[in-house]
């Protein structure tokens, strides 16, 4: 099946830096959607993105559907330990109800 | 507010054994899904449901059984499960019409 590119896997950072992480496809996506997984528990979805160029924010987190509508970017601001998670892009093509996912981005801040 | 539960929340069974894992939404959702997540893979659909007794393969849907008698309920059956089917397994769920799907907190299934 089709997957979308989420990259980086991985990120090790200190604490208070900023983070920047996202995801590409090559079909047009209607939504976006970023969710965060805590270890041992399910995916909690962050934010959604409906229309192209749209930006939405939720505290430090902001999320942006690009204007091709095949990417997606997140950005967390002023990182925290618990931000400590796998993130996980996953959009949505015109037509069906399933959604695509990324296969996450590992973040890891150092106290 | 239950949400959405999921039970047992970890099994460890045997090669060819049936094992039957259960998904409970409590928000009337028309939508109900089985992922499973694998180190490397992340999150693959294996069946959804549209509405009761409505089913559809996902893109990985060889060795499990799924039925939906209630719109509540979601169970996913290995029929003779094999140690490639050691996983984690999340349902969610989603409203007719919306994209945003809600999950479950997860099982951890081990097959020795």
């Known amino acids: 099946g089709q997957q979308l590119n989420q990259s980086p896997q991985s990120m090790f950072i200190q604490e208070g830096e900023d983070v920047s992480m996202n995801c590409t496809s090559s079909s047009i996506f209607n939504t976006w959607l970023w969710y965060k997984q805590d270890p041992g528990e399910g995916p909690v979805l962050l934010i959604a993105?409906?229309?192209?160029?749209e930006l939405t924010s939720n505290g430090r987190l902001t999320a942006q559907f690009g204007i091709t509508r095949k990417d997606s970017f997140l950005n967390i601001s002023a990182s925290i330990p618990s931000d400590v998670g796998i993130y996980f892009c996953?959009?949505?093509?015109?037509?069906?109800?399933?959604?695509?996912f990324g296969e996450g981005t590992q973040l890891t801040v150092n106290p | 507010d239950a949400g959405i539960t999921q039970s047992p929340r970890y099994k460890i069974t045997e090669t060819g054994r049936q094992v039957t894992l259960m998904c409970h939404q409590t928000w009337s959702h028309s939508y109900m899904f089985w992922y499973r997540q694998d180190l490397g893979h992340g999150l693959r659909l294996i069946y959804y449901s549209a509405a009761a007794d409505i089913t559809d393969k996902g893109e990985v849907p060889d060795g499990y059984v799924v039925s939906r008698s209630k719109t509540e309920n979601f169970p996913l059956t290995l029929e003779s499960a094999t140690r490639s089917q050691t996983s984690v397994y999340f349902c969610a769920s989603k409203r007719d019409r919306a994209y945003e799907q809600y999950f479950g907190p997860g099982t951890r299934l081990t097959v020795t």
């Open positions: 993105l409906y229309k192209a160029g």
């Open positions: 996953a959009g949505q093509e015109t037509s069906g109800s399933r959604l695509t």
